[in-house]
Each structure stands twice: as structure tokens, then as C-alpha cells.
T-cell receptor, first 114, second 114 residues
């Protein structure tokens, strides 16, 4: 089954404790992206990757890091989480970076930073 | 810079009634437009998209949307609501030079009453 998976689905942590949210897709997609969803704000892009070893900032990259060492994986790293990073996070992928491409979303990771 | 406005953060419709969700965009050039649906505790799923072909776009689950350039709108409709349509709906836009980035509206929560 074609899908985007994220782990963990739920995470409660404390301020300053490094964490990684994994994202994996099995569709051989070139383009992957991370969004955060906050009430009343919709989804905002954090980082994106056009292909292996090619990443760039989205609209809200502060406090986040990403890497793309393999085509299928695109982990999101919070080196020193803070309470304002409490949010619902989605990973998405598409065949390429064309603006008409359909993006496929993972199930989401709900992060709480205390 | 493009932006997306969804009128109404919450919409309540009766089962069998028309569903109308409004989306307006601001962009210097006609963008590509998408509607996504998010069911509880799930990721986003594409309902339909406009990519500069036909202005009336049909999607899954009986939904359709019409691109109106003169009104900068892309409203989503369904003639007869089902209980299963209860979800949050997001309008999103992308531009040809946006490297796949989607700009989302704030979302509209749809409640369907018997």
C-alpha cells in the first residue's frame, strides 16, 4: 500500500530534550515536506526537500532541522524543543516539486513540549 | 505573496442539504488550487485540484469546485451532505515558482446534523 508513515504518533517531552520525528514514504517520491498545524492557522511549511541531500527552509524553520540521506526518509529534528513547538506535525511527499503535483500526507504526530 | 482565506471556521449542515465551503485567494497570477479533507485523527487527503484545465473540477466523494478568476474564488460544494462528510476542510494554493509549497487556509470544520 502506498503510504507516508510517521513515528511516533504522539509524543510528550520536556523543554530542551532533543527529539526526532521520523517520516518514511514508499512511493519513490522525490519531494518531501514537513508542515505544522496550529488552530486557526492551517498548515505552515517548515522544511522541504527536492531530493536526496537537497533541503531548504519553508515559512517557519526556526528551531527545526531536517536531513535527507535516503530518498524514502525525511526526519524532523528538534534539537532543543520549546513549548511554542507544541503542535500537530505532518510529513508529506509528492512525485516531484511541480506545483500541480498532489501531495500525500502522513497521519500526523502530535507533539507536546512541557 | 499568495494567501488563502476560508470564510467560516465552522459550518453546520443538515444531512441531505447543500454543502458550500468558501475559499478566496490572493495572487498576482492565477495559482493552482487544491481542496484537502482531514478526518479525525488522520492526515490530509486530496479531494480535488485545479491545474488550469477545466474551471469546474470534480473530486472524490461527490465534491466539486469551480475556479472563478474574476472573483479569485475556488468554492467547494456537494449537493447532499452525508454524515461521513463531517471533517475539517482545507483550501490550499501553490504558484508555479513555489517549488511545491502549499499555502493553506485556516480550515473549515464541517458538522453534519441528522
Amino acid at each position: 500500500e502506498a503510504q507516508v508513515t510517521q513515528n511516533p504518533r504522539y509524543l510528550i517531552t520536556v523543554t530542551g530534550k532533543k527529539l526526532t520525528v521520523t517520516c518514511s514514504q514508499n512511493m519513490n517520491h522525490e519531494y518531501m515536506s514537513w508542515y505544522r498545524q496550529d488552530p486557526g492557522l492551517g498548515l505552515r511549511q517548515i522544511y522541504y526537500s527536492m531530493n536526496v541531500e537537497v533541503t531548504d527552509k519553508g515559512d517557519v524553520p526556526e528551531g527545526y532541522k531536517v536531513s535527507r540521506k535516503e530518498k524514502r526518509n525525511f526526519p524532523l529534528i528538534l534539537e532543543s524543543p520549546s513549548p511554542n513547538q507544541t503542535s500537530l506535525y505532518f510529513c508529506a511527499s509528492s512525485q516531484a516539486a511541480f506545483s500541480t503535483d498532489t501531495q500525500y500526507f502522513g497521519p500526523g504526530t502530535r507533539l507536546t513540549v512541557l | 505573496a499568495q494567501s488563502v482565506t476560508q470564510l467560516g471556521s465552522h459550518v453546520s449542515v443538515s444531512e441531505g442539504a447543500l454543502v458550500l465551503l468558501r475559499c478566496n485567494y490572493s495572487s498576482s497570477v492565477p495559482p493552482y488550487l487544491f481542496w484537502y479533507v482531514q478526518y479525525p485523527n488522520q492526515g490530509l487527503q486530496l479531494l480535488l485540484k485545479y491545474t488550469s484545465a477545466a474551471t469546474l473540477v470534480k473530486g472524490i466523494n461527490g465534491f466539486e469546485a469551480e475556479f472563478k478568476k474574476s472573483e479569485t474564488s475556488f468554492h467547494l460544494t456537494k449537493p447532499s451532505a452525508h454524515m461521513s462528510d463531517a471533517a475539517e476542510y482545507f483550501c490550499a494554493v501553490s504558484e508555479s515558482d513555489s517549488w511545491g509549497k502549499l499555502q493553506f487556509g485556516a480550515g473549515t470544520q464541517v458538522v453534519v446534523t441528522p
